[in-house]
């Protein structure tokens, strides 16, 4: 299992920061592994709701079916998925305030046969590189 977990402060509203989060059409705009929905996305989430999302890493596309599994709108949303190869993930998106704006905390799950050893390794690596770069695209929105 392969585990990546990062945090970003925003000086912007907790209220602005979890808009644009729960926003999951926004996604395209901000997070650099989401290629796009296969389920109708017009909806706010709710727990128990299963959508179908296309993800990129390492320049592989895997279709992740999702179930979302918390959704705690201002503070935290959490799905759990399964894609091609038995490929499983969670992913866990939380929104603090702070005394300057709000916090974003990923936390990210991946295990399957294929994630272990150096190529589990590389997936981690990748993983937070482009969650890094996701976060940077995300105050681009936000604190604008």
């Known amino acids: 299992m392969v585990n990546v977990n990062i945090s970003r402060e925003f000086a912007a509203s907790p209220d602005a920061v979890w808009a644009k989060l729960a926003d999951l059409e926004g996604r395209k705009d901000w997070l650099t592994i989401h290629k796009g ?5 017009s909806v706010e989430p709710s727990v128990g709701a299963q959508l179908s999302e296309v993800v990129v890493l390492m320049g592989m596309a895997n279709k992740i079916d999702w179930t979302v599994t918390a959704y705690e709108p201002p503070k935290q949303v959490a799905m759990q998925g399964t894609g091609m190869a038995g490929v499983k993930v969670q992913m866990t998106m939380v929104c603090e305030p702070t005394d300057t704006g709000s916090k974003i905390t ?9 994630i272990v050893g150096p190529i589990g390794m590389a997936v981690a690596k990748n993983s937070k590189a482009e969650l890094e770069k ?3 695209n995300f105050a681009k929105l936000v604190e604008a």
């Open 37 to 41: 929905w296969k389920s109708d996305t």
């Open 106 to 114: 990923i936390d990210s799950q991946y295990e399957g046969q294929m």
């Open 134 to 136: 996701s976060l940077d």
